[in-house]
């Protein structure tokens, strides 16, 4: 195998490891990370590329009353300290049927945050082979003109390779 192919090989894996695709009923989910490798205390920029399928849409997250809006969590950890989710702006849906006017998401959408590494001492003890495992969720009700349906909870997993460990 040439120097240039296992190169390649090793950065695919890499960037595999630090992103994933999910594809549900109502949408499909890219999330990805700004590095792949870290070192103690460096901000990563996280972005989850959502888009929704035709007739879909989604609650923002200004949505009040029992409507429930797309929300990206993170467990709090001595790993890592998830800054707020930036979201775009939304839309103002009119739902006739109910005599309402809702923000929504439709089509494509992007939310991004940063994350902030902790110290090498928070991360020494969550290492496993030098990297780092860090998860949350993307939680959202899809509609469409005739229904809503179940919420829908999209577990996420970030994998880094921690410099120096």
């Not at 192919?5 to 890499?14: I, N, P, Q, Y």
């Not at 467990?75 to 939304?90: G, I, L, R, T």
């Amino acid at each position: 195998m040439s120097i240039a192919r296992f190169l390649g090989l090793v950065l695919l894996l890499a960037v595999t490891a630090a992103s994933q695709e999910v594809e549900t009923k109502h949408l499909k989910l890219s999330s990805r990370a700004g590095a792949w490798e870290v070192q103690p205390l460096q901000t990563v920029s996280l972005a989850l590329d959502i888009d929704l399928k035709p007739g879909m849409h989604v609650y923002a997250p200004e949505v009040e009353g029992t409507y429930i809006p797309v929300s990206w969590r993170m467990p709090s950890s001595p790993a890592f300290k998830a800054n707020d989710v930036a979201y775009p702006k939304s839309k103002r849906l009119r739902l006739e049927a109910i005599d309402e006017t809702v923000p929504v998401y439709e089509g494509r959408l992007q939310l991004t945050r940063e994350l902030v590494v902790g110290a090498a001492k928070d991360l020494q003890p969550l290492l496993k082979n030098g990297e780092l495992t860090i998860e949350g969720t993307f939680r959202y009700q899809a509609c469409d003109d005739k229904m809503c349906y179940r919420p829908e909870t999209v577990p996420l997993r970030w994998t880094f390779r921690v410099k120096g460990s």
